[in-house]
């Protein structure tokens, strides 16, 4: 069956430093993911997304790669900021629906 | 900026009563979901729907489970006798479309739902 997961559930890391995220999926149809940041007590948040055509997506602090290969999706934070500090999601979407199934959420602690 | 905007922010019900969340979505989206969050577990899905009608589900939406959409602007979970494993989180969420870049679905602060 369909399932997205995270292989680390907490992770901490110095203020400054570059945090990576790991996250593995079984469905093979998934064509679109995402990563979201959920702080306490809100919504989750869209940070970046990529879709399978591409294993390397970039935006602001935050980079997406993917490896079709190995089912597997990461997102870099570069310099992490207290801000940073948060659960943070991936979720995945196949071509033959629109829901997003979501893997079990890291937690990431920024130090001072 | 646009966002999707959920109320009640807490909700505490007694177990068999009926509760309706409520939901705007973002306007110009055509899109709407309904997810839900037990207290430290991932984000489940409940429903998508489209075009005024459910266009996907999850074993989760049973028959106790029902969306609406009474209006141009409101998007609505009814759930008809709560029990106390419906306690959660309840996000709705919007999106533009399903396809290209405008996937991103967008979601509310959510509503907790307490139910004792």
Redesign the interface.
């Known amino acids: 069956g369909e399932s997205v997961g995270l292989h680390l559930p907490t992770l901490s890391v110095q203020e400054g430093d570059n945090s990576i995220i790991n996250c593995a999926y079984s469905n093979s149809a998934s064509d679109y993911f995402i990563w979201y940041k959920q702080e306490s007590g809100k919504g989750p948040q869209f940070i970046i997304d990529i879709r399978s055509n591409m294993d390397k997506r970039q935006g602001q602090r935050v980079t997406v790669l993917l490896n079709k290969t190995v089912k597997h999706l990461s997102l870099q934070i570069a310099a992490t900021q207290p801000g940073d500090s948060a659960v943070y999601f991936c979720a995945e979407k196949s071509a033959a629906g629109n829901k997003l199934t979501f893997g079990g959420g890291t937690r990431v602690l920024v130090k001072p | 900026e646009p966002e999707?905007t959920q109320t009640p922010s807490h909700q505490v019900t007694q177990m068999g009563q009926e509760v309706i969340l409520r939901c705007v979505p973002i306007s110009n989206h055509l899109?709407f979901?309904w997810?839900r969050q037990i207290l430290g577990?991932?984000?489940?899905?409940l429903v998508?729907f489209?075009n005024n009608e459910i266009?996907?589900k999850?074993e989760i939406f049973d028959d106790q489970f029902s969306v609406e959409r009474p209006d141009g602007s409101n998007f609505t979970l009814k759930i008809r006798s709560t029990k106390l494993e419906d306690s959660a989180m309840y996000?709705c969420?919007s999106?533009e479309g399903?396809g290209g870049?405008n996937?991103?679905?967008?979601?509310?602060?959510?509503t907790r739902l307490t139910v004792v």
Do not use: M, P
């Open positions: 999707v899109y979901y997810y577990q991932k984000v489940e899905f998508s489209y266009s996907e999850s996000f969420a999106s399903t870049w996937t991103e679905a967008f979601f509310g602060q959510g």
